[in-house]
């Protein structure tokens, strides 16, 4: 298989695009701003269409009352008449009398239901609602805003995830040149052996001696090897490629100490911090939502509708009647057994559990900054110890060597010169992996990323 060389950026940017971590907190992002907008639509009125068709058998009569009317008009008529000789009780009695003579003149009246179409369009408009709609308003704005920054949350730690598998590859690479070149190394003195050995120069166990050396150098180009295996499989879940792609990482940089660990590093610049901070800002807005349960509330409504149908002494009563109404609802809250004081007291001892566990964290994020800074100046440190002991483990090794070769140190101290060369190296790779790796958690506890 081809092998594809990927630089740290490359890798980042598939790891975002393939993590199902990222696209579902991008969802979250989204169902939160749908959320925000169907909020903010109740700043807007309400129109409704209503309409229904309605039959009915409902049929019937009724006594249709006449003469209590027509009596108290004779009456009245005849008091206008007269009056001076008809009073008020002589008039009630009149009225009383004609009611009682008009009576059997009472028609009966038959109604029948039949079809009863009606439909309306109804439009309502809050006015006031004790600040309920803003404040569920404001609220769906720091949502989105929590969903942006968990979504961050999520980015950053898959930089950091990234950025750890791809160092520990190029670390597993330069392990395995450090193996090759450990056997190179032990190659040459075999060479050198057998070639004394031949001469009578050497003895056989000096042979044997070399051997075993090449032994445990064979063993470490294995582990090499495999460290390379398992790393880039590592790399390739990560970035979603198949675990037999055989990535190449670009040529290994020294770790950049510049302009890390300074005083202007704060904790309120991480994203964890900030994801406090608004849902502390959350559960402040809960106590005026539940605060505006106690305020009154006022809307506006009209409705334009449509009734046709019911007829009565066998003629439709209403035939497309069109009719208007308007209206205003106040609310006031009186009392409800103190549910409102409850549920508010409820929220402010939320919103002091977020102060205080905000307070917390930012002690404990305090504390990881600066362990985090004593790591980086521990590793800039153990970093030029290595690079000196290298440099000091080549000059040893260098020097036995000559002294071997004339006869003046035996091969015993050069193997373990080469040893001591071997692992010096070997430490300085995995003090550069470290390093790197305590920078970007620096730069993730200081909120660089």
């Known amino acids: 298989m081809t092998a594809q060389v990927m630089s740290l950026d490359d890798c980042v940017l598939l790891a975002i695009q393939s993590n199902k971590q990222i696209q579902a907190a991008q969802h979250m992002v989204s169902q939160y701003e749908h959320t925000q907008k169907s909020v903010y639509a109740n700043f807007f009125p309400n129109v409704s269409l209503t309409a229904a068709d309605i039959y009915s058998t409902l ?37 009383q009398d004609v009611k009682l003579a008009v009576s059997p003149l009472n028609p009966d009246v038959g109604f029948k239901m039949k079809n009863l179409l009606t439909a309306g369009v109804t439009l309502e408009q809050p006015i006031y609602m004790g600040g309920k709609i803003t404040t569920a308003n404001r609220m769906g704005e ?19 995830d990234v950025f750890e598998a791809y160092q520990l590859l190029v670390k597993a690479k330069e392990m395995s040149i450090v193996a090759y070149k450990y056997d190179s190394l032990l190659n040459q003195i075999d060479r050198d052996v057998k070639s004394a050995v031949k001469h009578g120069m050497a003895s056989h166990n ?18 090499a090897e495999n460290g390379i295996r398992l790393a880039r499989m590592n790399l390739c879940q990560l970035i979603g490629k198949p675990l037999d792609t055989k990535i190449e990482p670009l040529q290994d940089q020294e770790p950049d100490f510049v302009g890390l660990v300074d005083k202007d590093a704060r904790v309120s610049d991480r994203t964890e911090y900030q994801l406090l901070d608004l849902k502390s800002h959350l559960s402040w807005e809960k106590v005026r939502l539940e605060k505006s349960a106690y305020m009154p509330q006022l809307g506006f409504m009209l409705n334009v509708g449509m009734l046709d149908g019911l007829e009565l002494l066998d003629n439709k009563l209403f035939r497309h009647k069109l009719n208007l109404t308007v209206g205003a609802v106040l609310k006031v809250p009186i009392f409800h057994g103190n549910e409102t004081k409850h549920k508010v007291a409820a929220a402010r001892e939320e919103l002091r559990q977020d102060w205080l566990r905000q307070e917390e964290l930012a002690d404990k994020m305090n504390l990881d900054l600066q362990q985090q800074a004593n790591n980086v100046d521990e590793a800039r440190l153990e970093l030029q110890l290595r690079k000196r002991n290298l440099d000091q483990c080549e000059e040893n090794l260098r020097t036995i060597r000559k002294a071997y070769s004339v006869g003046m140190e035996t091969l015993s101290e050069v193997l373990t ?33």
């Open 142 to 160: 720091i949502g989105v805003k929590i969903a942006l920054q968990a979504e961050k949350l999520t980015r950053e730690q898959i930089i950091v």
């Open 59 to 95: 049929n019937g009569s009724s006594m249709m009352d006449i003469a209590t009317p027509v009596g108290a008009f004779a009456a009245q008529h005849v008091q206008d008449l007269l009056p001076t000789l008809i009073n008020d009780a002589m008039r009630d009695h009149l009225a």
């Open 206 to 223: 000096d042979e044997l001696k070399v051997a075993v050396k090449k032994t445990d150098a064979e063993l470490k180009i294995r582990q």
């Open 417 to 449: 010169a080469q040893l001591l060369w071997q692992q010096a190296y070997a430490e300085l790779v995995e003090s550069r992996y470290q390093a790197k790796v305590k920078i970007m958690k620096w730069r993730k506890a200081a909120g660089r990323i």
